[in-house]
């Protein structure tokens, strides 16, 4: 099974050499080139699995020629060891919880299952990288997380300065050993673009890096897996019904992990993109015209305030497209197929905070902002199609961050502080190691010239 260039201009490589390059060196995405299926009986099967289970049975299909099964099988069970909640909230409307992980964001998924591949084929090579990475917050923080205390693998990781929350920076910047972050005088923007520039440096050539952003395809085959999850486990086994996800939507890196569960075959009816202020996606899908966001608008929903999101090109590949890293589309997707699978909204900060608030008071379910921008697209889209409100239609909204990495957002909107889960308790005390470098391109070549 190979990965193609979505540029088009590299050769096809296999998964290890995608997951340990990253950036493909047309500096396009790497991509399946074609799909492996689940059948339904397969699917019906899924639903007396637990997590690590169907971990193994999807991600099987697209590793079984690079590595031993018993291999997957033990990295799956090492990363996967923590609760995937499923809340009702009214019929059969459900909000499903990634934040119990170690670093209570929906990365940890992605960050923990890719952080043991690559340490899987590194150690069989007897090689090193050193990972370059930009976040918005929660991305550094799972990476970082994922990957303290591997040897053979170094970290540095980018944030903007002044877009994180103190919580989110404190995950990162207590760690040390292998993990080196720098806070950037700039916007997420920013920091993605210092990232890429580095991977294309010759200066550079010298330095073994790889990414961990959702340009990787490595983050995208654990983020298949949640959906396979969610529908095994919220179905009624007896008949093949159809579900509908609602994505909370920045870099598109978790919309593009539901949207290769639905081509696997993985009955979805519908993905709401549910995006903040960012609209890029919502107007390019209402008209076919992409401009980018420059600079991106800042949004409650921090994690999601990207204005040219990277997983784009891939979406479109994917529908039959051809955009390049620039934005530039050079072949137009299959707008029909693509509006037939996808609903995408844009939800105002003021929206996301009375959604907070409804949600609490209606339901008893605390959201924080990510998560009910997702619960809002699920709104409209009712508004929008109101026969798949039924109350037998099954909907599961993406809840993508614990509420108390937001505590003063939800102090603001509801008057008190969410409960810290385990995971986040203690870091207050804990010293803080990082560097501050200006927005600028040669200052951080510099800085990896000196330290790696
Ligand atoms: C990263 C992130 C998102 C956006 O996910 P993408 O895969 O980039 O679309 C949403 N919510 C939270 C809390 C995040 O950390």
């Known amino acids: ?26 500096r396009g995405l790497f991509m399946p080139r074609e799909l492996p299926t689940i059948s339904a009986e397969e699917l019906r099967r899924f639903s007396d699995l637990d ?106 990781v980018l944030y903007p300065e002044h877009e994180v929350t103190e919580r ?54 654990p983020q298949m897996l ?23 939507s920045g870099n598109f890196g978790n919309l593009m992990g539901g949207l290769l569960a639905k081509h696997i075959g993985l009955p979805v009816k519908k993905f709401v993109v549910a995006t903040n202020e960012n609209d890029e996606f919502p ?38 497209g051809n955009m390049d890293e620039t934005g530039q589309i050079h072949q137009k997707p ?17 929206e996301t905070q009375e959604t907070i608030k409804q949600v609490y008071t209606d339901h008893h379910l605390l959201l924080e902002p990510h998560g009910a921008v997702a619960w809002a697209g699920l709104s409209h889209y009712f508004n929008a199609f109101p026969q798949d409100a039924a109350a037998e239609q099954m909907c599961v909204a993406i809840e993508t961050a614990h509420p108390a990495k937001f505590p003063v957002e939800i102090r603001q909107i509801l008057g008190f502080d969410p409960e810290l889960p385990p995971s986040l308790e203690g870091l207050e005390e804990k010293p803080e190691f990082f560097v501050t470098l200006p927005n600028s391109y040669t200052a951080f070549r510099q800085f990896l010239q000196e330290h790696y």
Not at 226 to 248: G, M, N
Not at 305 to 312: K, Y
Not at 341 to 348: C, F, G, N, R, T
């Open 283 to 320: 107007v390019f899908l209402a008209t076919g015209d992409y401009e980018k966001i420059v600079p991106s608008r800042n949004c409650i929903s921090s994690a999601m305030n990207v204005g040219h999101p990277s997983n784009v090109a891939r979406l479109i590949a994917l529908y039959g």
């Open 334 to 350: 299959d707008f029909d197929r693509l509006r037939k699978d996808i609903y995408a909204v844009s939800i105002s900060d003021a």
């Open 226 to 248: 949640y959906y396979v999850y969610a529908y095994a486990k919220l179905r009624h086994t007896a008949e093949d019904e159809q579900i509908i996800f609602s994505v909370p």
């Open 51 to 156: 997590y690590a289970d169907i971990a193994f049975e999807v991600t099987r299909k697209f590793l079984y020629t690079e590595m031993a099964e018993s291999d997957l099988l033990a990295i799956v069970k090492d990363a996967y060891t923590f609760l995937i909640p499923l809340e009702p909230v009214y019929e059969r409307k459900y909000v499903m919880r990634l934040d119990q992980g170690p670093t209570a964001s929906f990365k940890d998924f992605a960050a923990r299952m890719m952080g043991r591949l690559m340490q899987y084929f590194l150690r069989q090579e007897e090689r090193n990288l050193l990972i370059l990475t930009a976040t918005s917050g929660d991305t550094g923080s799972a990476i970082a997380n994922a990957f303290y205390g591997l040897e053979n693998i170094k970290v540095v």
């Open 1 to 26: 099974m190979l990965y193609y260039s979505t540029n088009l201009q590299a050769q096809p490589v296999t998964f290890r050499e995608a997951l340990l390059k990253g950036l493909a060196p047309d």
């Open 168 to 221: 989110q920076r404190k995950q990162m910047t207590t760690l040390a050993k292998n993990i080196q972050i720098i806070a950037i005088n700039g916007k997420f923007d920013d920091c993605q673009a210092l990232v890429k520039r580095a991977f294309a440096d010759p200066e550079l050539a010298s330095l073994p890096l790889s990414s961990a952003n959702s340009i990787n395809i490595g983050r995208l085959l």
